[in-house]
């Protein structure tokens, strides 16, 4: 049986930046997909590469979205190009990825902000245009390479890294509680990547907890900082593309998916924020009350949302809960699982924290 999974080379250091010179010196023309801050923090940096090189600079306007690729696509309609550079957050490299997949051409990715795997992994979260979520875009193999400039991570604002941990640390819970539920369906037989990718995720959860208040308080790059954007950007990565995709996700991504029906979700919180919280709701219906107590010590040190009325507004909640509980409730990531989740169990536990 051929079983295919790759991984992308990753480069990290303090400067990156001849490192990435070097790279791309085989490609003549290189098509540029970022977001306007991602970009105004490195093109002093960016362009000094690309001198005797044909390229473009697209934004992708604010959204993963098939409708935001097509329009940078028709862009570029007339143009050669051999090489993607997506740079930024999760949203601005997973359009890059969706990009360089249409045109079958290779992408390197250059993360800006360390908020999620993007970077590394071999899908596409896909949005609408209004934010709300609409699917996941999966790509036979990751992007090529990825470039971690540290000092750029940073230079960037303290939330995403936050927000990044709280993505990464969903990884670990998110991936046993599956992959529990499968071995037991199959007599606890699993295939090896999916064990692998198993194992990996512990990374996801004990680098966070062990590194993750010291490295967020502290003001250098160091080795424990090193080891938080190490976790959100490629161990993260490394799981993803590993397990089925049915293992990839679950209860707190589902959280999190539902919540972005409500208009004011993504404008005032972020990703991993959300779904950091997730997690307690997870734990929660699980039953494993005790590793909830355990987070919410390392919850608090950090700020993480630990209540419902956190992340979202009460009236708009009220005024959407049934289309929010079922959209939770029938997410890509728990809609085929025979698991004990209801709307009346998912509304008490919401409502419990």
Same mark, same amino acid.
């Given at each position: 049986? %051929? ?15 001849? $490192? ?16 306007? +801050?991602?970009?105004? &923090? ?21 959204? $993963? ?12 309609? +007339? ?16 359009? *890059?990825?969706?990009? *360089? ?15 999620? $795997? ?17 699917? %996941? ?9 990825? %470039?971690?400039?540290?000092?750029? /991570?940073? *230079? ?13 640390? *969903? ?22 990547? +999916? ?8 990374? $996801? ?5 062990? +590194? ?53 979700? @993504? ?5 991993? @924020? ?28 950090? &700020? ?30 728990? /809609? ?18």
């Amino acid at each position: 049986m %051929f079983e295919n999974f790759s991984f992308t080379s990753y480069f990290i250091d303090k400067n990156i930046w001849n $490192c990435l010179k070097n790279e791309i010196i085989l490609y003549d023309n290189i098509l540029i997909i970022t977001g306007e +801050n991602s970009f105004n &923090s490195i093109e002093e940096k960016i362009f000094p590469l690309l001198d005797g090189k044909k390229y473009s600079v697209e934004k992708y306007n604010g959204e $993963c979205s098939y409708e935001n690729v097509d329009k940078i696509l028709k862009n570029i309609i +007339n143009k050669k190009i051999d090489l993607i550079l997506g740079i930024g957050g999760g949203k601005a490299i997973d359009t *890059a990825k969706i990009a *360089a997949f249409r045109l079958g051409i290779d992408i390197f990715t250059i993360p800006t902000i360390a908020s999620t $795997c993007s970077a590394t992994s071999a899908l596409s979260v896909v949005y609408n245009d209004d934010g709300s979520f609409k699917e %996941f875009f999966d790509f036979p193999s990751p992007p090529k390479k990825t %470039f971690i400039d540290l000092k750029t /991570i940073k *230079a960037a604002p303290e939330k995403y890294i936050w927000a990044g941990m709280g993505d990464t640390l *969903a990884k670990f819970y998110e991936v046993r509680m599956k992959y529990e539920y499968v071995s037991s369906k199959n007599n606890g037989k699993m295939n090896y990547p +999916n064990t692998l990718g198993k194992e990996i995720s512990h990374l $996801c959860g004990s680098v966070i907890l062990e +590194n993750g208040i010291f490295a967020y308080f502290s003001e250098n790059i160091n080795e424990e900082f090193k080891k938080i954007v190490l976790a959100i950007i490629v161990n993260t990565g490394m799981v993803s593309n590993l397990v089925e995709e049915f293992l990839n996700g679950s209860i707190a991504h589902s959280v999190f998916y539902g919540l972005t029906l409500l208009p004011s979700l @993504e404008k005032e919180h972020l990703h991993g @924020e959300v779904v950091a919280f997730g997690i307690l709701v997870q734990l929660l219906l699980e039953g494993k009350k005790e590793e909830f107590e355990q987070l919410l010590p390392f919850y608090k040190k950090l &700020s993480f949302p630990t209540k419902l009325l956190e992340i979202v507004k009460k009236e708009e909640f009220e005024k959407m809960e049934d289309k929010v509980l079922w959209a939770i409730l029938t997410g890509p990531d728990i /809609i085929d699982m025979e698991f004990n989740i209801n709307k009346e169990n998912l509304r008490k536990v919401l409502f419990s924290l």
